[in-house]
Each structure stands twice: as C-alpha cells, then as structure tokens.
C-alpha cells in the first residue's frame, strides 16, 4: 500500500512574494551594497592598472638590462682558459645563461663550465648566422628571456636570465593590491552603512509616522531637523497630516451638529406619532378633526424641515469631494436658472436683474446651488411685495461680484462673523424654515473655485450677500 500524496499547486501566487521576493533588500542594504560595489570597481580599476604599469615596467627592465649586458658581453675582451680562448663576460655573468654560438659545418654552443646551458632556436641561429640583426624572445620551456646579438662572422652571443624573481614580484604586488582593496571594499561598506542609516533616519521616522497613523489614527505631526530633501519630504507628510487631521475635525463637527439638528424635529415628531397612534387605540381619548388636521400639519412641515436638513448635508459631503472634471461656466445662465427656479416659490417678491457677462472654470451645478440659496435667503427674510435686487459685474480686478440685496431687517452686527457657519441660525431665523446649511454651502462652493463670500448691510437697510468669484469677461 502506497503513501497518500500531497499535491500543492504552485502556479497560486505568495502572498508573501512581494514581502521577501521582489523587496529582498531593504533601502539601507541597497546603499550600502552600492557604495561597496562603487569602491570595488574603483579599486578593481586602479590595481588592475598599477599592475599592468609595475608588470610592464619590470618586463621592460629585464629586457633592457639583458640588452645591455650582451651589449657588454659581445664587446669584452678574449680570455685564454687553459683549453681555448672564452670571451670574458663568461667569468662575470654567474646571474645569467650566457653562451657564444657559432655557426659552421655544425652548430656549436660554447658556455662557461660552472654555469647552465643557454636556450637558444632557429632566432639566435638566425643572427648568428648574420641573416637577422638582433633576437629577443621568451623561451617556453626555461620560463625566460633570451637576447642574441651578432660576434663576428658566425658567431652570436645569447644570453638568458630567468623570469622567476619577476613573477614573484608580481605575485606579491598582486596580493598586496587585493589586500589592500579587500581593506578598503569592507571600510566602503562601513561607510556606506553609517551613511545611509543616518541619512535614512527621517526616512524611519516617516515610516513609523505612517504606520502609527495607520494603527491608532494618531494624526500629531513628526519632528523636521534639517533643510535638505528629506526635511521637505517630512514638512509635506505634515501638511498631509495636518490636511487629513482637518477634515476629520470637519467631519467630527459636521456629524455632531447634524445630531443636533436632527434631535429637534424628530423628537417632536415622534411625539406627534406617538399622539395619533395612541389616539387611535379603543377606548382612548379621541382627537377633534381640528387637533388631528394641526398634528398632521406638523408632521409634514418636520418631515420637510428633515428633508431640507438632510438634502443640505447630502450636498456638502458632495461638495467635499474632490472635483476632477471642470467646465467652462458663464455666470449669466447660472444666475437665469436659478432665479428661474427661486421665482417658482417667491410668491409676490420681484426680482430686480442686472447681469454682465463673466466666464469661469468650475462646476456649473455648485455655483447653481449657491445662487440659488443666497436667492431663497433673501426671499425668506423679504417682505411680501418687496424686491430683492440681483446684480453681477466685474470689479476690474480679475474678479467679478454676485449681489443679492434683500428688504429684510438685516443681520445684526453681533451675527455677521456666524452667518457662514454651519447650523448658525440667528435669533430671527430660528422661526423661519431652514437648515443652517445654505449660507454654508455658498461659502464652500466659493472657496472651492478660488472666490469668497461676505455677509453685509443694504443701504436700505436689509441684507447684503457678495460672491466674489476669479473669471474673465465673456
């Protein structure tokens, strides 16, 4: 009976692959493993190149000096020995193979007794023989270099002298090059590891930064040393910090004060609720037609009053997303539409127009519901039969302006600071339909296309909005 076996599919990705295979080294590994590699080949050139120049210059030593010495030898003078006459340069050339080759019926190499025979070939036989001036070569066999130079008729003077001590030299510079730049590839890698983890510093930090931020929502900004790259890059984390820290109190504030609001008219229309459905249980108290007519009266203006506050707060999460696409706008057609849509419920109000030209980039639907609640605030706080006066024109300045001037009491100067604020209703408007929101969403819009809006007093005495909005004339 055969073992089970166990099939694993393998063509599953790791999950783990990015972690240890594509980001096998860290960044700090990667500097450190660049400077050393920066330094080897630095060093690997350098004794590359002082080997070459000392190897040459040794070769060319040796050769130069074993030219001058069969130079000297092939000039001394005859020695008698007791059996024949031997140049003389064989009785001082005991560092050297030197022999004297003649060329006749036979070959014939003629070498001091105490010393070893010269190598020699068909170059010194050739120079012997006086068909070549000069030989100079390295004989394979011998490992050395062997000179030639002509001594009269069939006759030539070699010598050789054994490459052994210059190879050693070489071996040893060669080792003392590697040392020394095995020395300096590890101080490189020190270095460079010194280096890149005291640069790389900030870079931790900002790592433990994002993953605290990531783990706890700790949004408190980093500590900036410095003025180089770095520095920026944790100066712009903490503006994103700052950003984002922002918004979530933007969002915290928002949320509580639509909790608020919110508290208000459901409570009462649970209580309106809670009245007719105990009404309508046996035995209970019956309601007259009048007191049923006036609950169910309340019960629709609360679920307007939500519907209104919930449509407010749709509209400012809406806006505070970002905008990609922009649009060519002409404040014209925005403030036509919406007047066009605040005349459908302004009742006896008139408005009084006067619009000039003005193009800008920008979403058309924001700066509509902008226009439009600065034109229902007016017709809210406007008597019957009043005007409420419209007037757009540029200023001169790269700007133009959107009035909206109504016949109410105005703002009083204790409420003009609030009136943009979320939820702020002033003691006049409590009474009055509305969210809180409107004048919120105007300012927003604004400042989302590079304008603001301002709150002020009509010369006759109502209030006076101003949107002021960057654009050119059409």
């Known amino acids: 009976m055969t073992e089970p076996v166990q099939v694993v599919d393998v063509s599953e990705k790791d999950p783990r692959g990015d972690r240890w295979g594509t980001r096998r080294f860290s960044l700090r590994g990667r500097v450190t493993l660049l400077a050393a590699a920066s330094v080897a080949g630095a060093v690997a050139l350098v004794s590359l190149g002082a080997y070459l120049v000392v190897r040459d210059n040794l070769y060319q030593q040796v050769d130069d000096n074993l030219v001058a010495r069969a130079h000297a030898a092939v000039e001394s003078p005859q020695v008698q020995t007791e059996l024949q006459q031997v140049p003389g340069a064989f009785l001082a050339s005991a560092d050297l193979q030197i022999g004297q080759l003649t060329v006749g019926e036979k070959v014939r190499l003629t070498y001091p007794q105490s010393g070893s025979r010269p190598p020699y070939g068909d170059d010194e036989i050739a120079v012997a023989s006086g068909d070549s001036p000069f030989s100079l070569r390295t004989d394979p066999k ?52 010194a280096v890149a983890r005291a640069g790389l510093r900030p870079v931790d930090r900002l790592t433990s930064a994002a993953e605290r931020v990531a ?20 100066q712009s984390f903490n503006t994103m910090l700052g ?21 208000t008219p459901l409570t009462s229309l649970r209580t309106n609720l809670e009245l007719l459905l105990s009404a309508s249980r046996p035995g209970a108290r019956t309601l007259s037609d009048e007191d049923r007519s006036d609950i169910e009266a309340d019960i629709r203006g609360q679920l307007d009053e939500l519907t209104q506050l919930i449509g407010d707060l749709v ?14 706008v002409e404040m014209v057609d925005v403030v036509e539409r919406a007047l066009d849509r605040a005349r459908r419920r302004a009742g006896e109000i008139e408005f009084g127009v006067s619009l000039q030209p003005w193009v800008l980039t920008g979403d058309t639907s924001a700066l509509e519901r902008a226009v439009l609640n600065l034109l229902d605030n007016a017709v809210k706080f406007s008597p019957e039969g009043s005007t409420v006066g419209v007037r757009l024109y540029p200023v001169g300045d790269g700007t133009a302006v959107l009035e909206v001037e109504d016949s109410g009491p105005g703002i009083a100067d204790e409420d003009l600071p609030k009136v943009f604020d979320r939820f702020y209703r002033s003691s006049e408007a409590r009474t009055l339909p509305g969210s809180g929101l409107g004048l919120a969403i105007v300012q927003h819009a604004a400042q989302r296309h590079g304008g603001d809006v301002y709150a002020g007093r009509a010369a006759a005495g109502g209030a006076l909005m101003t949107l002021r909005l960057p654009g050119a004339p059409a």
Not at 218 to 231: K, Q
Not at 315 to 328: F, G, K, N, S, V
Request: no cysteine; net charge negative; glycine share 10%.
């Open 315 to 328: 509209e400012l999460a809406r806006q505070d997303e970002p905008r990609i696409e922009h649009e060519r």
């Open 142 to 193: 011998t490992d050395s270099r062997v000179v030639a130079l002509p001594q009269g008729a069939g006759q030539a003077m070699v010598l050789a002298q054994s490459l052994g001590p210059t190879k050693r030299t070489l071996n040893e510079l060669s080792v003392v090059l590697f040392l020394i730049g095995g020395a300096g590839i590890l101080v490189a890698a020190a270095a460079g590891t």
């Open 243 to 263: 950003t984002v820290a922002e918004s979530q109190e933007r969002q915290r504030q928002l949320v509580a004060d639509a909790g608020h609001e919110l508290r």
């Open 215 to 234: 783990t706890t929502g700790d949004l408190r900004p980093i500590p900036v040393s410095g003025d180089d790259e770095l520095a920026r890059l944790t």
